[in-house]
């Protein structure tokens, strides 16, 4: 019937910027968020999951001014005309459905959430415009003994996931102690909002840039290597002198850091409140069992302070992680979070403080694949060949008994010949081909194929004739043995 | 600042037809899918992952016909202007995921998908806009083998989510039974698609309207009891009388039904086809321990048929199930499956046989809750108090101690006294409450509330005072042996 309209066939193909997945990668992402998740769990979180969509009003930060919104969401209209939105990230649905449920809900509440987002965003190379979060958060606690906790959390969660203790570090700061700088540097009413966000910019840059660099930016500009020019902030010396203070204000042990600060912004109301925050954090994670090495306050942590209300923090990768041609990897942060008493005011109207912590799953796999310390693709299952169609019910019946062994077992199921299964077998991973044919049968034995070792000896071998009459790594045994002997092979 | 421009507050609400989910139920599903795909990758099936769009042309059933197509999908434009939809099943991302990378799969190929899905549908009691799916399929395998293979592992994998065996049965039919009924029925061709259509309509009516019901819409017309009148499929007697004898032909035995039905369609190639299938999956279900008991041939099937091209099968509940009222439920299929050959010939061209199956997990888990089998809300974390503001390092540590000991844990991080911290720990369901002021302290004491036995004591209890100073249901301890009497409680 399809050949009297032969409608023009669709090209198959995934939408841009998105990716399939498939086997052991999902395995890997699985199990560490397993692992994450029981972290979070025995903290006394519990799982929420919302919906896909969000209205666009209630997503805030992408309110539809246009006729089809989509600056950084996939938005769409709904039947009733109201303008519905994929959610971006963990947070925007938390605020909804905080404020939504607000009287029903324990306070404080304290909930996980892991599941993908979508950012309609350029996608490029690595960067996916469907990807996983994986975030637990309080919301309704005051500074600084939820923060403490989201910062303890973190790094088992971390170490959870199968970072080995030392090989990363969670870098502090304060948002208030930022916004105690700029008061003290005059910049803190409305009419200085760009001038704070060339100070802000420029701080970020101390990295890249050096500090000259950023000196040059935070007063007249700067001219780069390739002659073109940025504009500075304009601050005065004795401004750029302070903000280079504050960021030459990390030192050795947190106690020290927060002297120094004190120092630089403890003049301001916000900047005492920050150093204060900051001091008794550092003071909490101590006797928590994190010393500097492992939770440090870190002045030059920029990223992330426009977003925060209170104090930030970020997980670094301490080892250096190199690509498979030996190049240094640079990862960036693990995972974030930070405080954000903002939340849900939007909706009620009414401050109610927050504060949580951000995983990024992927990025996290991907440097520990880096670093070898992700296992390889997981075996496949073994394939029994089905040689003769009318023996199934009892290849099915070895299948069943594999199974039970605690194997992952496999009849052929496809139309081909034995050649064909077999590379079947190989283009599946299987660690171990069983093949019962008429003569096995007779003698009520299986033929058990090591594939592993098979292709290992392979390796040696340049004559076909002789390999194949010398069957190497295969082995006939008796029915009654094949579970066993199967094990002792995919065992080992 | 926020109070000079007093934007409107946008209300927080949740989209319309959707739903969030907490705590238990999550972790129920959670708990599900881990057993049921558990089952798939022992039978050597691996996951695959698709993103939530497609491009509509992919799709297929829901072309894009006007501006903006939303006919049963949410579907939105891409910058390049193509059509995006969010996937409504699992199969259709699985089509083009097999096209798209035909040469490089193996084959068969055997992949497993969990995932939410979306409908662009009116919502209704129960019926949500996203929900949740679990399907395994195996594409590149013709039948009977592989069909076979998946109503065995659709039997386990029920068994392994909780079902009992015993409390459901798998149901059989094929589709080329019923092209072969259609066939000696003379209505083959394609000028009688409404007819065909009208008689497996009549078909599918008869749980509700019982024979004669069915007979009426076979032959002239039917008219209900509210004296609406229903055309019929305008059938020969001799014609009625087959379809009422194909849908009777479902017998005690496997055996006996095929024999039965090849009477009435074995006339015609395909019916011949169907009862050959049907039969030689018969025979090996049983040789793999499916008797009618479990997987039964029941050609009323007929839901599905117009999807599928080969067998279909669907798994229903057999003990009653009752609501919280005791009034019966009808819980419907919980599982279904069956042979789609035109599956990836839409973009290849070509046919390429594949079967599957599909678990409704939220219809699954909600049909376990009615029946008790499935526990209730889980316990939530042990609560320590936080009385005094200068020992919150040393509540951490107590928790951390429950915590290494294999409990929830958590010290409360919110700003209110001891008595809102009670309620908070009751609204948590938490199981204990650790307290500890100055005077446990000073004798290196805490105090175990056990929060559940003293819900219960307090029913009998009508004086208030009396009931505070006896303190029931807590007790003081060593602090060493604070972990060790929480699990006490806690595990009880």
Redesign the interface.
């Known amino acids: ?2 050949d009297k309209q032969k409608p023009a ?8 910027g ?6 052991a990668e ?2 890997r992402e ?1 199990d560490m968020l397993a692992r994450i998740t029981a972290v979070y ?4 979180f ?10 666009t ?2 997503l ?1 930060k992408f309110l539809p001014d246009v006729d ?1 919104p ?1 600056q950084g969401v ?7 005309e ?1 303008w ?1 939105s ?1 959610r971006y990230d963990l947070t925007a649905p938390l ?6 449920n607000y009287d029903a809900l ?3 509440f ?2 996980y959430a892991v599941g ?1 987002v ?1 950012r309609n965003e350029k996608p490029g190379p690595g960067r996916f ?2 990807f996983t979060q994986c975030d637990a958060d ?1 919301v ?3 500074a600084p ?2 923060d ?2 989201c910062v ?1 959390m973190l790094s088992e969660a971390l170490e959870a996931a199968g970072l080995a203790r030392g090989a990363f570090q969670i870098r502090l700061n304060d948002r208030n102690a930022l916004t105690g700088l700029l008061e003290t540097l005059g910049l803190a009413d ?1 009419v200085n909002a760009q001038k704070r966000l060339g100070v802000m910019r420029a701080m970020d840059k101390l990295d890249r840039l050096g500090e000259a660099g950023v000196a040059a930016l935070l007063g007249p500009g700067r001219k780069d290597e390739s002659g073109d020019y940025t504009e500075g902030a304009k601050l005065a010396d004795a401004g750029i002198a302070r903000v280079m203070a504050f960021m030459k204000a990390t030192a050795a042990t947190n106690a020290e850091t927060c002297a120094r600060l004190s120092d630089v912004v403890g003049g301001s109301q916000a900047g005492a409140r920050g150093v204060e925050t900051l001091a008794a954090m550092a ?2 994670l101590k ?2 069992g994190l010393d500097e090495a492992r939770a440090k306050i870190d002045l030059s942590v920029i990223r992330g302070l426009e977003y925060y209300t209170g104090p930030v923090f970020e997980a670094e990768l301490l080892s250096a992680v190199t690509d498979e041609k030996g190049r240094p990897v640079r990862v960036g942060s693990v995972a974030s979070g930070g405080r954000y008493d903002g939340l849900v ?5 009414v401050e109610v403080p927050a504060v949580g912590i951000s995983i990024g799953v992927s990025r996290l796999l991907a440097a520990l694949e880096l670093k070898g310390e992700i296992a390889g693709p997981e075996k ?2 073994v ?1 029994i060949l ?1 040689l003769e169609n009318d023996q ?3 290849y ?2 070895m ?2 008994e594999l ?1 039970a062994a605690g ?10 010949g034995m050649k064909a299964q077999l590379k ?1 077998a190989d ?2 991973n299987a660690p171990v081909a069983v093949i019962v044919g008429g003569d096995e049968r007779a003698k009520g034995e299986v033929t058990i194929k090591d594939l592993a070792r098979g292709a290992e000896l392979s390796k040696d071998i340049s004559d076909n004739t002789a390999w194949r009459e010398g069957k190497p790594a295969q082995a006939s045994v008796n029915r009654a043995q094949m579970a066993a002997e199967v094990r002792k092979i995919v065992g080992a």
Chains 1, 2 share one sequence.
């Open positions: 019937m399809a066939r669709p090209k198959a193909r995934i939408p841009r998105f990716r399939d997945r498939f086997g999902i395995a699985r769990e025995s903290f006394g519990d799982p929420l999951e919302t919906p896909a969509f969000e209205y009003d209630a805030g089809r989509n996939f938005s769409l209209q709904d039947d009733d109201q519905m994929l605020a909804r459905h905080v404020a939504e324990p306070k404080p304290r909930r993908p979508w415009r469907q309080t309704g606690a005051p003994h939820a403490v906790e303890v409305d003071m909490q006797a928590s005011e939007r909706f009620k109207g496949g299952p394939v089905a199934m019910a009892d099915q019946k299948a069943a199974r194997l992952r077992a496999e009849v052929y199921v496809g139309a081909s079947y283009k599946r």
